[in-house]
């Protein structure tokens, strides 16, 4: 029996030297492909990614494109058309890889409504910049005409900024099931999954702009697929404590306390490495297999070689 595993992919990951063209991002998830064409010869595999730079030009388009008679899609409406773009680019990075091989690949992008709780604190606090950078005066001037929440972000100008509700469920779970036990790679939850939520009285389900953490989303996924490992794939090959200080030191393997040990004490940043580090942790402590590290280390990570491994 091959064991399953999630993999969160990050959404700069297609983007490491600034790649903007769709042709130069699908260069970047070649690479990606080989390696998902490797592990699945030992592995059940899905995989979760990543939707920042993508989205944000997709919102940047749809802003400056609009008029009267085509406005603007809503923001869960991007996060469905970046899950097809980035799905179709890692698809065909996954299949090209297989055909190199003399192999044929069973692949498929699953389009993924991701529910929130529409009573989440977050959604009276949204705090996730998204989109392009505006003057205060032109963020201000915006957020009046369209109903914007708008803030400064880090000295780089003011942006628009959206809830981040965690995730309850999957909507295609049972599907995504199937799939991987009939051999399938399944690429799923792209982007955090497109926020929706249950009405109360029908259960119908509704879209609902916001921004669900990829990470989070992914573990969700490896919960209810029941996974026996999930991996944040990153830009570091582990987690640091004191990261960038002469005090600096790696985190190999450790147990899920530890981490809530080193939270207590203010050692992740939010916007960086504190959601990864959530989001394996968690899943240890539901008895799975936690994994951050990089892309280059990623496979010796899964032999227990390298990387950070959470615990129970």
């Known amino acids: 029996m091959k064991k ?37 010869q030992k592995y059940e595999v ?19 494109a609009a008029t009267e008679k085509a406005p603007a899609m809503p923001l869960e409406t991007a996060v469905a058309m970046s899950q097809g773009q980035i799905g179709y680019w890692l ?30 604190p977050a959604f009276k606090n949204p705090s996730k910049p ?30 628009r900024v959206v809830p981040s509700p965690k995730p309850v469920d999957i909507v295609e779970k049972n599907s995504i099931i199937e799939m991987v036990e009939d051999g399938i ?4 939850a792209g982007g955090g999954g497109i926020p929706v939520y249950r009405t109360k009285v029908l259960k119908r389900l509704k879209g609902i702009d916001a921004v669900i953490d990829k990470d989070f989303a992914a573990e969700k996924l490896a919960e209810l697929t029941k996974a026996d490992v999930f991996v944040s794939v990153t830009a570091v090959p582990n987690v640091f404590i004191n ?20 939270k207590k004490y203010g050692y992740f940043k939010a916007g960086s490495m504190l959601p990864k580090v959530e989001a394996a942790s968690e899943f240890a402590r539901r008895g799975g297999i936690g994994i951050i590290t990089d892309i280059d280390n990623l496979k010796d990570a899964l032999d227990g070689k390298a990387g950070t491994i959470i615990i129970k």
Not at 245 to 252: I, S
């Open 243 to 262: 990261y960038g200080l002469p005090t600096q030191e790696k985190l190999e393997t450790v147990k899920a306390k530890e981490i809530d040990n080193y």
């Open 46 to 64: 899905i995989l979760a990614h990543g939707n920042g730079p993508q989205v944000g030009n997709i919102l940047i388009h749809e802003e400056n």
């Open 4 to 40: 399953r595993i999630v993999l969160a992919l990050g959404g700069n990951a297609l983007q490491k030297n600034g790649e903007s063209t769709a042709e130069a991002q699908k260069k970047v998830a070649e690479s990606v492909g080989e390696i998902v064409a490797e592990l699945a």
């Open 91 to 120: 698809s065909q990075a996954i299949n090209n890889a297989f055909i190199a091989r003399g192999k044929n690949a069973k692949v498929v992008t699953v389009v993924s409504q991701v529910v929130v709780d529409k009573e989440d």
């Open 130 to 159: 998204i989109g392009q950078f505006y003057t205060e005066a032109e963020a201000k001037k915006i957020a009046k005409e369209r109903n914007w929440t708008v803030k400064e972000d880090a000295g780089r100008g003011w942006r």
């Open 185 to 188: 790679i399944v690429i799923a």
